[in-house]
């Protein structure tokens, strides 16, 4: 099937007051995962890849190793990392953490705060490119990752239940280059936990 751009599920403007910008927004959804949609779209064209689900192009076109993917790989990956990134956020971030999330995570990781630091200092670490994820892995344990470019939790059988962009459009208009600042806003106040505690 078509790769077709979503909208987001807020306004351009919903997430100034939590730290992210209408400018950031406009520039990082309506040019920057555009580009992913439209270009996806020329690349699977005439290819055994045209018609199939999203989630099958991504893990069947990853390269485990590879320094460069190919180009549907890329533009598949990042339509998918970026269609669920706009549902991890919201308003609905000023709301309280779901207790069967608090529970899952202070299982996993010790505390709440032991997840989030780890999660943040992934996406910190994170050299050039990529994303941060919580991700359940096969095993039933909830693990944080790191990924570089557009590589992402489908490559690994993992379940992505939060992921982070930290590529530098993400993030640059409004905090310049304080990845980390910009780590701790998207924790503290845009994540919609209950979006996220409903991926469990």
Known sequence: MAFTLPDLPYAHDALAPLGMSRETLEFHHDIHHKAYVDNGNKLVAGTPWEGKALEAIV??????????QSGIFNNASQHWNHTMFWGWMGAAATKGMPGALERALTASFGTVQKFRDEFAAAG??????GWCWLVRDRDGSLKVTRTENGVNPL???????????VWEHSYYIDFRNRRPAYLANFLDRLVNWEAVAAGL
């Open 155 to 165: 490559c690994f059988g993992q379940k992505a239940l939060l992921g982070c962009d």
């Open 59 to 68: 893990a069947g076109t990853y390269q485990a190793g590879a320094v460069a």
């Open 124 to 129: 910190a670490a994170q050299f050039g490119s």
